[in-house]
């Protein structure tokens, strides 16, 4: 999911939304009594009186909701009942968080809290609720999918949760929040979009109903259908049927509402069906996702009677309950950006010369078709603004339709309002008097989609295109005219004082290692500069899930980029290895206890850096987390194989045998392989990180340590059933899907070929296995490549580099060694020179980062491992191989 709330606060970093300086409008009670406190919390201001929550930790909880334009007149409101009733309540602290809670695509939890009051029983509850809806009764605010709302009021909402901060930590570093039962125990506090109570609690203002009757808030597909999990596929809507439309399949929900696939039941056909939830989706100004689902209905109804065909047939607009829908024809076909996938020559493997010449020519015909159709569109009087791969669907014949007309407006309106997609909006520097460079610059990013997807990294840096050209010469020249589109708005940028600009693609030609080398001392420079043992959330600029689960961690944190630096022979910053101890010791309850998540990968790192008591009891802690206690996650990223693994390195430093010995029985304590998947990641994942393949790296670093090869017959049967799971076995290389519903087939090393190959190349040395043998080279096939999406280590190009130079280093194969140095030269298409060195964005680019999974962190140390080879880079214990032998020093 793309992080658009940590983009916020800061045009270099990513950073929580709260973080940002300019809050708009700021929200405050016009009057507040003498004795209430106000306290920040993130996006929200608190507003309590002495101990009014002592002693109670659950209840119901009133969450208000205000429509735009009527924020401070609903809180003034709110806030005079709350003060004068004595109930503790918070809301959104300014404008900007409002927006950012109520626009498109916020998080539909949280659409439509405003304020939330803490009232502590249930006749306080009612009293508040009861004079709440008086008070606002003229007022309508959207409904708030977690909630119900009270009696007939439009904005008085309730649920039953948690009111202080009670949470679980989870295997993969992020935590729940939980709620206590009527029964007593602790669990998740659900906050989906329905309405749920735990057990053994009932709902004490809910209203008898007349048989029949539908209840509040409950209209519309968005409620049957909207509570299932998206996966990424089109969703079933259940017998959902109104105003003559069956809405069969639920194909993508954002806050505005939900799109359907639908059928008209008086003909039969296949309709699309777009809904708009009431005063939510919020764009320019107080514009709501029905004024955008109006407007969009009139411009496609102006549309068909002026140049029909060239957007969808409105068939009908109509209102059910609060929601707005829209009824088109269907357009059949796939997105831009899916067929993108599907036919981009680089993407496949095998593929013979000719198919590269076949690709871009019908790149050129569907770009031709697209802009046919936008100067059809500007003919008509009208801009598209939002042309992006999203908004085109291309047929089997690469025939091309433009959907979603919710950004289109008049060519002639007094402003153009500018709805975009990152890296299709055209940055406001260009905008200028000629209009149409809305579409023509979105048109040059579909172009540079069909050649590589680097939008975000050739605005900052456009010289990196021509390393993307040089890149994709060696197997995919592109014909000049197809480049010249997908350039058009990034050349090649002036010189800029005090940046070294990057070496010219044909200078890392001839000498690859040397500029390789310049490559990897520039990122270590930029990342010693990235440090601040000052900052209060972090010492690295860290991505999203940084922040969601914590930011000293091996993959997100500081511990990942002092190990790199470290590998890479750089002195630590000052101060960042003292605050990295500092602050694991001081919110240890907080952490997970895995390798790469939390406690034990962090032990780990204070161990090499000789902080070994530390070390000790740190690893201790990860021991006792109930995570590990209870076997709940076997894998190597946050479960039991990574904390055994952790055992082991700390033997490798303190040669104390107990920790052979504890690696062993948390070896000997995984459930057995039928009984494995529900210890796995989320639906069954694969890979090294939460799959059996880590599981089965274990194993065979506890074989090599201990010289016994008890577990290595259940690592082998780990990896098969992992090479089970390869979405074509007989393609000429083997990938594999993230899970058992994300069936993305990747080459990654946290989840595909590089991954399975992390582990396998080990076991190739070790067994005689025959499958493992001929799955091996068809593993490397994928990780040739140069053409990936991202350039970190963990699922991006550094990781496929980085698994090709492990499998030289272990087999002398030279081959692999060329395509792994290949592979480090095409890092330069996302280097962007900066005074202090040269930065990487990290996951999603759309923010640097110095992450270890995605960030520069994870670059460095793939350099370093290339251009001065060493054991055990990235957290095995190889160099250990025969080490346990009894007797041995202990503590």
Request: one cysteine or more; proline letters at 6%; aromatic letters at 8%.
């Amino acid at each position: 999911m793309i992080p658009f709330p940590f983009v916020v606060a800061d045009r270099d970093f990513y950073a929580p939304l709260e973080t940002t300086r300019d809050r708009g409008e700021i929200y405050r009670p016009e009057r507040v009594p003498d004795g209430w406190t106000e306290t920040e919390s993130g996006i929200w201001t608190m507003w309590h009186r002495g101990r009014q929550l002592r002693g109670v930790e659950d209840g119901w909880k009133v969450h208000v909701s205000a429509r735009p334009g009527r924020q401070q007149h609903v809180l003034d409101t709110v806030a005079a009942v709350c003060f004068a009733q004595d109930i503790a309540f918070k809301h959104l602290a300014g404008r900007l968080f409002y927006w950012w809670t109520h626009q498109k695509q916020a998080a539909r939890q949280q659409s439509g809290k405003f304020i939330a009051a803490y009232p502590t029983s249930v006749p306080a509850a009612r009293a508040l609720m009861e004079q709440l809806r008086t008070e606002l009764a003229d007022e309508e605010g959207p409904f708030i999918l977690t909630d119900r709302r009270y009696r007939d009021s439009r904005t008085v909402h309730y649920r039953y949760g948690a009111f202080l901060p009670r949470e679980r930590v989870n295997a993969d570093g992020t935590h729940t929040l939980l709620v206590r039962g009527g029964d007593g125990e602790l669990r998740e506090d659900r906050r989906g979009v329905s309405f749920h109570l735990p057990p053994g609690i009932t709902d004490p203002f809910a209203e008898r109903r007349p048989a029949g009757a539908k209840p509040a808030g409950k209209a519309g597909p968005a409620r049957k259908a909207g509570s299932a999990r998206k996966t990424g596929s089109a969703r079933k809507a259940g017998s959902v049927s109104f105003h003559g439309y069956v809405f069969e399949e639920a194909l993508q929900f954002t806050n505005s509402g939900g799109a359907y696939r639908g059928l008209e039941q008086a003909t039969g056909r296949q309709v699309f069906i777009k809904e708009a939830r009431a005063h939510t989706g919020i764009a320019h100004g107080d514009t709501t996702a029905p004024d955008q689902l109006r407007a969009e209905w009139e411009t496609l109804t102006a549309l068909h009677e002026t140049a029909p065909g060239l957007a969808p047939q409105p068939l009908a607009y109509f209102r059910e309950w609060e929601h707005d829908f829209l009824v088109t024809e269907f357009i059949e076909g796939e997105t831009l950006q899916r067929w993108m996938v599907s036919h981009h020559a680089m993407l496949g493997v095998g593929r013979e010369p000719h198919e590269y010449g076949d690709y871009y020519a019908r790149c050129e015909k569907v770009l031709a078709r697209i802009e046919s159709a936008l100067e059809q569109l500007h003919a008509a009087g009208y801009l598209f603004v939002d042309v992006s791969p999203g908004n085109v669907m291309v047929d089997d014949d690469d025939g091309v339709r433009l959907v979603d007309f919710e950004a289109a407006q008049r060519a002639d309106a007094d402003e153009i309002l500018v709805m975009g997609t990152p890296g299709y909006a055209v940055p406001a520097d260009l905008v200028g008097d000629d209009r149409l460079i809305h579409d023509e610059y979105g048109l040059a990013g579909l172009a540079l989609l069909l050649v590589g997807p680097y939008h975000q990294v050739a605005q900052r840096n456009p010289d990196t295109l021509a390393h993307l050209r040089a890149d994709l010469l060696e197997r995919a020249p592109v014909p000049e005219p197809l480049w010249r589109k997908a350039v058009r708005f990034h050349q090649p940028r002036a010189a800029v004082a005090g940046v070294t600009p990057l070496p010219s693609p044909e200078e890392v030609a001839a000498d690859p290692l040397r500029h390789l080398a310049e490559l990897r001392d520039r990122t270590a420079d930029a990342l010693i500069a990235m440090a601040d043992p000052t900052h209060p959330d972090r010492v690295f600029p860290t991505i999203a899930d940084g922040y969601h689960s914590n930011t000293q961690c091996l993959a997100y944190g500081s511990a990942g980029v002092l190990h790199a630096l470290t590998r890479a022979g750089r002195a630590l910053p000052q101060g960042a290895l003292e605050r990295l101890r500092d602050d694991v010791f001081g919110g240890v309850e907080r952490l997970a206890p895995g390798l790469f998540a939390g406690a034990a990968g962090i032990a780990w790192v204070l161990a090499d850096h000789g902080m070994l008591d530390e070390a000790r009891d740190l690893l201790a802690v990860a021991d006792q987390h109930p995570i590990i206690t209870s076997g709940s996650s076997a894998t190597l990223f946050g479960g039991t194989s990574g904390v055994a693994l952790a055992h082991l390195a700390m033997y490798g430093r303190t040669r104390d045998a107990s920790h052979v010995e504890r690696a062993m029985e948390l070896a000997a304590a995984l459930p057995s392989d039928a009984d494995l998947t529900e210890r796995l990641g989320l639906d069954d994942a694969t890979g090294v990180m939460h799959g059996r393949t880590g599981i089965a790296l274990m194993l065979q670093q506890l074989a090599a340590v201990t010289g016994s090869a008890d577990g290595l017959g259940r690592g082998v049967r780990l990896l098969h059933a992992e090479l089970d799971r390869a979405t074509d076995p007989e393609a000429p290389g083997l990938a594999f899907p993230v899970s058992a519903t994300d069936q993305r087939s990747l080459p990654y090393l946290y989840c595909g070929s590089a991954s399975v190959a992390h582990t396998a190349v080990r076991y190739a040395r070790v067994v005689d296995d025959e499958r493992l043998a001929r799955a091996l080279p068809l593993l490397l096939v994928p990780m040739r490549t140069t053409y990936t999406v991202m350039p970190g280590l963990y699922q991006g190009l550094s990781g496929l580099g980085f698994g090709l130079a492990e499998y030289a280093e272990a087999t002398g194969d030279e081959a692999a060694r060329a395509d792994a140095i290949r592979g480090a030269r095409g890092l330069f298409k996302f280097a962007v020179p900066h005074e202090t060195g040269v930065r990487f964005l990290g996951d999603q680019l759309m923010r640097f980062s110095a992450d270890l999974w995605s960030g520069s962190a994870g670059v460095l140390l793939f350099l370093t491992q290339l251009l001065d080879p060493a054991p055990d880079p990235l957290f095995t214990v190889d160099a250990l191989a025969g080490a346990y032998a009894r007797p041995v020093v202990t503590r």
